[in-house]
């Protein structure tokens, strides 16, 4: 993706409200290193990665996330 999409669609915000609601430093510095990605494939391993982190919290009564809220 170039990097005049990148700024149309606004990633750059969306990262920095990413940023901002990461509820500690790591997790932030991960946000600030995203990047789009073009390949198909990837975002659907990615995408089915997200899908199985909400199955997870939805079945579980508590989740070892070492303290972590606001997911």
Do not use: W
């Amino acid at each position: 993706m170039n990097k005049r999409s990148i700024r149309i669609l606004g990633f750059y915000q969306i990262q920095a409200m990413l940023v901002k609601l990461a509820p500690s430093r790591i997790s932030k510095e991960i946000a600030r290193h995203l990047q789009p990605v073009n390949d198909a494939a990837a975002v659907g391993r990615l995408l089915e990665d997200t899908d199985e982190a909400y199955r997870c919290i939805q079945r579980e009564a508590s989740y070892p996330f070492g303290g972590v809220v606001d997911i």
